[in-house]
């Protein structure tokens, strides 16, 4: 007797990875915050209204993260496949990067702290496979300026509409 039916796979591998880049979206948001704070000297209003909108950034990315991890965990237990092919594209995407790393950085020392942390990454995303719950978070402008070379979807793209 056969299970219960599948998921479509790329509709599960598309909303995890929504998941995941609204988990980086939403981190790179509030470090962009945090820095405005840091160094753009608000004033007390402006500084409120910051600390506001990180809290709510945050409030956020912890329900998200929270779906990720059930999802991520799910999906190595029922399709882990799935989640290896994920894990190839993601290695290979940042691999596609290494052999432009001159094309990108502006300097040895800027390439060579790329190239460092392209490696991490790859380390983070193969971590995967062997259990790591936390969303690998990408800086987003790693892919400003190359088109075609992001992963998956955007937020709010990839489901279906109601």
Same mark, same amino acid.
């Given at each position: 007797?056969?299970? @219960? @039916?599948?998921?479509?796979?790329?509709?599960?591998?598309?909303?995890?990875?929504?998941?995941?880049?609204?988990?980086?979206?939403?981190?790179?948001?509030?470090?962009?915050?945090?820095?405005?704070?840091?160094?753009?000297?608000?004033?007390?209003?402006? +500084?409120?209204?910051?600390?506001?909108?990180?809290?709510?950034?945050?409030?956020?990315?912890?329900?998200?993260? $929270?779906?990720?991890?059930?999802?991520?965990?799910?999906?190595?237990?029922?399709?882990?496949?799935?989640?290896?092919?994920?894990?190839?594209?993601?290695?290979?995407?940042?691999?596609?990067?290494?052999?432009?790393?001159? $094309?990108?950085?502006?300097?040895?020392?800027?390439?060579?702290?790329?190239?460092?942390?392209?490696?991490?990454?790859? +380390?983070?995303?193969?971590?995967?496979?062997?259990?790591?719950?936390?969303?690998?978070?990408?800086?987003?402008?790693?892919?400003?300026?190359?088109?075609?070379?992001?992963?998956?979807?955007?937020?709010?793209?990839?489901?279906?509409?109601?």
């Amino acid at each position: 007797m056969a299970g @219960p @039916p599948r998921a479509d796979p790329a509709l599960e591998m598309s909303t995890l990875e929504e998941l995941r880049r609204t988990v980086e979206l939403l981190d790179h948001r509030i470090g962009g915050l945090l820095d405005y704070i840091d160094r753009g000297r608000p004033d007390q209003a402006e +500084k409120e209204s910051a600390e506001r909108i990180i809290s709510e950034c945050e409030a956020l990315a912890k329900a998200v993260n $929270d779906d990720y991890v059930v999802q991520i965990s799910r999906l190595r237990r029922d399709r882990y496949d799935l989640v290896e092919r994920w894990v190839a594209d993601h290695v290979s995407r940042l691999d596609g990067l290494v052999p432009v790393l001159g $094309d990108i950085a502006s300097s040895e020392l800027e390439r060579s702290t790329l190239a460092f942390v392209i490696d991490s990454l790859k +380390k983070r995303w193969h971590a995967v496979l062997s259990g790591e719950d936390a969303p690998v978070l990408e800086h987003p402008r790693l892919w400003e300026g190359r088109p075609g070379q992001g992963f998956g979807v955007q937020p709010g793209e990839g489901r279906p509409s109601s």
